[in-house]
């Protein structure tokens, strides 16, 4: 069955410094998405991607954040100047259409620590 | 706005016993609801999906779930759990927007099976 691959599975990163999260989602899906989890907390929406626009995103996706799909096959997460508060697991996912009724199919997640 | 809430942050059940695991949303427009697992160290995998017709939707491992619309409600059950049953479950909403549709998720409740 085809999924949604993460990488790195871990990054370790200094506080200040830019990191990039990857993702390639399923071929055929058209829509994309990133969540956070802190540890402890819910899951929270970050935001959305289709048609090479964001669709929506969230209070918490301010301008330190920002998404790319490079090329047909990579999804990226870009946080320009991390903060310790910005530990977390990051999860990509991605779905084949936008009617809500197809579901979101989750990556494995990259586990961000920020030292 | 939509939210979700899990009662019980931790359920323990035997092995062979009924696992009720309870989801109570809020949403202002007709919800998409879905159950998500997640096993340590994996992303989150869907369980099953209610969007529309019958209430009582089957999904994967044994697990089902009732839309109770007049209770607002989406609680997942089964009838005798496995060993293999024990992970985290999230409960999440979303509207039928046409795109771009997140997921609210419930804040997860972690099921221990004991032998």
């Known amino acids: 069955e085809p999924e949604v691959t993460q990488t790195p599975s871990h990054q370790v990163t200094q506080m200040g410094q830019e990191v990039i999260l990857r993702c390639v989602p399923i071929?055929?899906?058209?829509?994309f998405y990133w969540y956070r989890q802190i540890l402890g907390q819910k899951v929270e929406f970050l935001v959305s991607f289709y048609n090479n626009e964001i669709s929506e995103k969230s209070e918490i996706f301010d301008d330190q954040f920002s998404v790319e799909r490079p090329d047909g096959s990579n999804f990226t997460l870009k946080i320009r100047s991390t903060k310790l508060e910005d530990s977390a697991m990051y999860f990509c996912?991605?779905?084949?259409?936008?009617?809500?009724?197809?579901?979101?199919?989750f990556g494995d997640g990259t586990r961000l620590s920020i030292l | 706005a939509q939210s979700v809430t899990q009662l019980g942050s931790h359920v323990s059940v035997s092995e062979g016993a009924l696992v009720l695991l309870r989801c109570n949303y809020s949403?202002?427009?007709?919800?998409?609801l879905f159950w998500y697992v997640q096993y340590p160290n994996q992303g989150l995998q869907l369980l099953l999906k209610y969007t529309t017709g019958a209430t009582l939707v089957k999904g994967i491992n044994g697990f089902e779930a009732e839309f109770k619309k007049s209770e607002t409600s989406f609680h997942l059950t089964k009838p005798s759990a496995h060993m293999s049953d024990a992970a985290e479950y999230f409960c999440?909403?979303?509207?039928?927007?046409?795109?771009?549709?997140?997921?609210?998720f419930g804040g997860g409740t972690r099921v221990l099976v004991k032998p």
């Open positions: 071929s055929n899906h058209l829509y």
């Open positions: 999440a909403v979303t509207s039928n927007k046409a795109a771009g549709n997140k997921l609210t």
């Open positions: 996912a991605s779905s084949s259409q936008g009617p809500s009724n197809q579901p979101q199919h």
């Open positions: 949403s202002s427009v007709p919800p998409y």
